[in-house]
């Protein structure tokens, strides 16, 4: 059960990480369309507290983004009980002529 339980965050957490690619693509074709039509992107924001709350949410997006990407790095690595049987074993095989 915890085997299930592990695989179920993990794949919460990829799920969130890809909606959160997705947006940032998003953003980044409306910054284009924007140069495209304007020439330039400008954005003025005169609250100090909805600024400063973006620049945080965009430090724990990042945060975020790279906590995804080490523990996806770390589980490529990981041999799992499917696993077994397989890998070295059947890497070193020596093929006919001996080589």
């Not at 945060?63 to 770390?74: K, P």
């Not at 049987?85 to 020596?94: E, H, M, P, T």
């Amino acid at each position: 059960m915890a085997s299930f339980n592990r695989r179920l965050r993990f794949a919460i957490v990829v799920i969130i990480s890809q909606l959160l690619l997705v947006a940032l693509a998003i953003a980044w074709v409306i910054h284009m369309i924007l140069i495209w039509k304007n020439g330039v992107v400008q954005f003025i924001e005169e609250n100090p507290v909805i600024l400063l709350a973006e620049i945080v949410m965009t430090i724990l997006i990042t945060l975020f983004a790279i906590a995804v990407l080490i523990i996806q790095t770390y589980r490529l690595g990981e041999r799992r009980s499917s696993d077994k049987g397989r890998g070295r074993k059947d890497n070193r095989k020596v093929n006919k002529l001996g080589e």
